[in-house]
T-cell receptor, first 111, second 115 residues
């Protein structure tokens, strides 16, 4: 079992729809969770971070965390073609000084 | 505020050679982490440095090494290059190195091709 799992996609959604990206993790003591966006040929950029159970909203993005189910998700509302990218989920545990990344979900927003 | 600077951007080396990659973190960030990214494996953790001390190392052979200087700049070295070392090497800068809530800021990466 991989430590952080994501569906590789591609996930195709029409412009204006809600894109839902999911991530599961295996280490129960994980404390910090991050979503990164990576455009083709570019480096990852931080979109959202979440540490407590529940929802966290930032503009069109909402991160959701459920530690009991070891599940974190990212919702993108009003998806735009410019949102087309690979979305990476990262998990950090206290004292390890590293993130563990999923392999990413490729999102395609169709105009 | 200047971002994370990685040099060089692109590198082509021959099998058996060695290579040194450089990373200058965001001013004030004392943690530098290195990751290898390949299409098949995704982002794999190499090592993390904080105030010149390596606090964690990933599952890579001893050919991969790194160091951090007193000004927080970091270098990683790969000796005896193999074809499988071809990858994008990413440096990440942060205040705490994967602790707490600050998140990483990545550099643009160094694309290494071994032929």
């Amino acid at each position: 079992q991989k430590e952080v799992e994501q569906n590789s996609g591609p996930l195709s959604v029409p412009e204006g729809a809600i894109a839902s990206l999911n991530c599961t993790y295996s280490d129960r003591v994980s404390q910090s969770f991050f979503w990164y966006r990576q455009y083709s040929g570019k480096s990852p950029e931080l979109i959202m971070s979440i540490y407590s159970n529940g929802d966290k909203e930032d503009g069109r993005f909402t991160a959701q965390l459920n530690k009991a189910s070891q599940y974190v998700s990212l919702l993108i509302r009003d998806s735009q073609p410019s949102d087309s990218a690979t979305y990476l989920c990262a998990v950090a545990s206290s004292g390890t000084y590293k993130y563990i990344f999923g392999t990413g979900t490729r999102l395609k927003v169709l105009a | 505020k200047a971002g994370v600077t990685q040099t060089p951007r692109y590198l082509i080396k021959t099998r058996g050679q060695q290579v040194t990659l450089s990373c200058s973190p965001i001013s004030g960030h004392r943690s530098v982490s290195w990751y290898q990214q390949t299409p098949g494996q995704g982002l794999q953790f190499l090592f993390e440095y904080f105030s010149e001390t390596q606090r964690n190392k990933g599952n890579f052979p001893g050919r991969f090494s790194g160091r951090q200087f007193s000004n927080s700049r970091s270098e990683m070295n790969v000796s005896t290059l193999e074809l499988g070392d071809s990858a994008l090497y990413l440096c990440a800068s942060s205040t705490t190195g994967g602790q707490g809530q600050d998140g990483y800021t990545f550099g643009s990466g160094t694309r290494l091709t071994v032929v």
